[in-house]
C-alpha cells in the first residue's frame, strides 16, 4: 500500500499568516491527490482535487501544487474559519490512504 | 442538493454483527463509486472500501478484509456495509463518501464495539 506522510503534525499560526502544509507518497502517484478539511464533529470537507483543482465553493486563498511524490496545500491570508484538521489523500489506487493529518490552531 | 444519510451505528459486543446503510439522494447514485471510511474517536481518517458504479468492482482494507462486506442497491439509492466479527479496534465514526475521490461526505454514524 502507498504510504503518505503528512507534515507537521500540528501548526500555529495567526489570522493573516500564510501556512504550509506537506504530503510526501512513498511511490509516484501522479497528481491523483485530494485535500481536505475538517472541523471538529463534522464530516470531512473536499478543498483540493487532482492535487490542484479547486473544488466548487472553496475559497481562492486554498491552493495545491504537487506531483508524483510531493505535494503541497498552501493558505494564504488565514480567516478564523480555517483553523481544523487537514488530511491528504491518494486516490491512485487501492488501498487508498490518507496522511496523518494536520491540525492548525490558532497562535 | 446532494444528501448522504448515514444509519445502522450503536453498540455491540466483540465478535458481534452490524450492518450500516447511507441513503443518498440529489444525484444519480447509479452513476458513483461509493466509499466507507471511518475514524476512531481521536484518531485520523481510515479508508475502509469502495463499490464501483455498476457494484462490479470493490476493495477493502487489509484491517476488514474478509470481515467486513459492501454492497449496493442502485433501485434504492443506498450503499450498505455489513460488518461482521468486530472488534474493539473497529470502533469508529463511520462515513459514507461519493466518488473516487470522495467529494461529498455523509454526517457518519458512530459502532462503538465494546463489552
Known amino acids: 500500500a502507498i504510504q503518505m506522510t503528512q507534515s507537521p503534525s500540528s501548526l500555529s499560526a495567526s489570522v493573516g499568516d500564510r501556512v504550509t502544509i506537506t504530503c510526501r507518497a512513498s511511490q509516484g502517484i501522479r497528481n491523483d491527490l485530494g485535500w481536505y478539511q475538517q472541523k471538529p464533529g463534522k464530516a470531512p470537507k473536499l478543498l483540493i482535487y487532482?492535487?490542484?483543482t479547486l473544488q466548487s465553493g472553496v475559497p481562492s486563498r486554498f491552493s495545491g501544487s504537487g506531483s508524483g511524490t510531493d505535494f503541497t496545500l498552501t493558505i494564504n491570508s488565514l480567516q478564523p474559519e480555517d483553523f481544523a484538521t487537514y488530511y491528504c489523500l491518494q486516490d491512485y489506487n487501492y488501498p487508498y490512504t490518507f496522511g496523518q493529518g494536520t491540525k492548525l490552531e490558532i497562535k | 442538493e446532494v444528501q448522504l444519510v448515514e444509519s445502522g451505528g450503536g453498540l455491540v459486543k466483540p465478535g458481534g454483527s452490524l450492518r450500516l446503510s447511507c441513503a443518498a439522494s440529489?444525484?444519480?447514485?447509479?452513476?458513483?463509486?461509493m466509499n466507507w471510511v471511518r475514524q476512531a474517536p481521536g484518531k485520523g481518517l481510515e479508508w475502509v472500501t469502495s463499490i464501483s458504479s455498476s457494484g462490479n468492482y470493490i476493495y477493502y482494507a487489509d484491517s476488514v478484509k474478509g470481515r467486513f462486506t459492501i454492497s449496493r442497491d442502485n433501485a434504492k439509492n443506498s450503499v450498505y456495509l455489513q460488518m461482521n466479527s468486530l472488534r474493539t479496534e473497529d470502533s469508529a465514526v463511520y462515513f459514507c463518501a461519493r466518488g473516487e475521490g470522495p467529494e461529498h461526505w455523509g454526517q457518519g454514524t458512530l459502532v462503538t464495539v465494546s463489552s
Open positions: 487532482a492535487a490542484s
Open positions: 440529489g444525484f444519480t447514485f447509479s452513476s458513483y463509486t
